[in-house]
């Protein structure tokens, strides 16, 4: 059989068994009208007065955009959103990319993103830096006593859009929503208590989840306190096109988009497979090995206990050499040894999260990786198995492991679970 896995910009055709178990998407059709679409939601918001009538002319306004790791489609919903704002001065807009803790979105990406209409526009566009303190505010605690850390630049905006896409998250529930304020514009000692040991081990913080999970219900919380006037999310297919928008009041919008992300994106298991092959759904998302993480969290929500699971993810960005997931993994030598480091009291450290992550998944299953741009020696530190062929190493493996196979094409686009 063969199967074309997400990887990259081109993707790699693999042949595996005939008795493999394939799992992906159901596969929506993008609307047959996407500034239409966008523009009738904009017009009839959820909860909320529609969006040219709440902007004053004068206002500054501040549009919260995803960075390159993510695959939305902001170059064509901005636009949508300018023109519901041609009453104000491009000098009065500003566009926020919500990197979170990851790098600067450079020129070139900025022109991908969001398009030559928008960057053209004359607004000003900002990368938002965690680590710039003179540029965040402290605006109180959440109950649970996490720092508010804001950009500063944002807050002082008089009108404040959030623009995210919505999928399920490997620990956060779902994307979108909220997590264009936090963590997307928090500071880093804020993303850090979002991230620590403790969150990220409650077993409530995974895909899906959003009610009881400790990390969306303290997003949820920060976005209530430093809340968003107005917001769109939307759904979108593996061709990037757009199956549904809402837009509104943001919690009744990033309700909708879940609901109607989980209805499509994730799939009931019976049982565990020996092998899941998976992936991490292709460009922008498999640009670096610290981004697969989901890809091979997606595999582990059903590859048994001691099964293996095979991951194809193209890491264009390599590791990368930005941040610490690279230092803290070389850091160790097991993932047994990385988690006891992790959860040892007073240990917080950027990236530690995704590391912790990925040890979970390793102490559970054994994890190989196809990748282009990674070494044999750089897969083998980041204590993961180097492959080249996966049709190859699909034969081998299931000899040994066991010839129960599931493949994941798409990687975390699809999100499988046992019930």
Same mark, same amino acid.
């Given at each position: ?50 969006? =040219? ?6 206002? #500054? ?32 807009? #500003? ?7 990851? =790098? ?32 965040? *505010? ?47 514009? !928090? ?18 913080? =995974? ?21 968003? $006037?107005?917001?769109? $999310?939307? #759904? ?19 309700? !909708? !988009? ?92 950027? *990236?530690?999260? @995704?590391? @912790? ?30 492959? $080249? ?31």
């Amino acid at each position: 059989m063969k199967i074309q896995l997400a990887y990259g910009k081109n993707g790699l055709c693999v042949d595996l068994p005939e008795n493999v178990v394939v799992i992906e998407p159901d596969y929506l059709p993008a609307l047959p009208d996407e500034p239409g679409a966008l523009k009738t939601a904009i017009r009839n918001p959820l909860n909320s007065e529609p969006l =040219r009538r709440s902007v004053k002319k004068g206002q #500054t306004v501040g549009i919260s955009v995803c960075d390159i790791t993510r695959p939305m489609p902001s170059n064509r919903v901005i636009p949508v959103i300018l023109n519901e704002l041609s009453h104000l001065k491009p000098e009065d807009i #500003t566009i926020f990319i919500a990197t979170g803790t990851h =790098r600067s979105n450079d020129k070139s990406e900025l022109g991908s993103m969001l398009g030559s209409e928008v960057i053209n526009h004359g607004c000003r566009i900002i990368n938002h830096d965690a680590f710039d303190t003179k540029n965040i *505010d402290l605006v109180g605690e959440t109950s649970n006593g996490i720092p508010i850390l804001i950009n500063k630049n944002w807050l002082e905006c008089d009108f404040k859009i959030t623009t995210g896409f919505v999928e399920p998250h490997f620990f956060a529930g779902f994307s979108g929503g909220p997590k264009m304020i936090a963590p997307g514009l !928090a500071g880093f000692e804020t993303i850090m208590k979002l991230h620590n040991a403790e969150m990220i081990a409650n077993p409530n913080s =995974r895909w899906g989840i959003t009610e009881g999970n400790p990390i969306h219900d303290s997003i949820r919380e920060i976005s209530d306190i430093v809340p968003s $006037d107005f917001s769109l $999310d939307v #759904t979108i297919n593996k061709q990037h096109g757009i199956t549904s928008v809402y837009a509104g009041n943001m919690f009744d919008v990033h309700r !909708a !988009a879940c609901r109607f992300a989980k209805g499509t994106a994730m799939k009931k298991v019976d049982k565990p497979f020996d092998l899941v092959v998976t992936t991490n759904s292709g460009y922008p998302l498999d640009m670096n090995l610290y981004q697969t993480v989901k890809g091979m969290s997606a595999a582990s929500q059903i590859v048994r206990p001691g099964g293996g699971i095979i991951c194809a993810s193209e890491c264009s960005d390599g590791i990368p050499d930005h941040g610490l997931y690279k230092e803290l993994l070389s850091s160790k030598n097991s993932p047994k040894d990385l988690l006891n480091l992790i959860e040892s009291p007073g240990h917080d450290r950027h *990236d530690q999260w @995704q590391v @912790q992550i990925q040890a979970q998944i390793q102490i559970k299953s054994d994890v190989y990786l196809k990748s282009d741009n990674l070494t044999p020696d750089q897969i083998r530190a980041a204590h993961l198995m180097p492959i $080249d062929n996966i049709s190859e190493a699909v034969l081998e493996l299931s000899e040994n492991k066991g010839n129960s196979i599931c493949v994941l094409p798409e990687g975390p686009q699809t999100i499988p679970y046992l019930v």
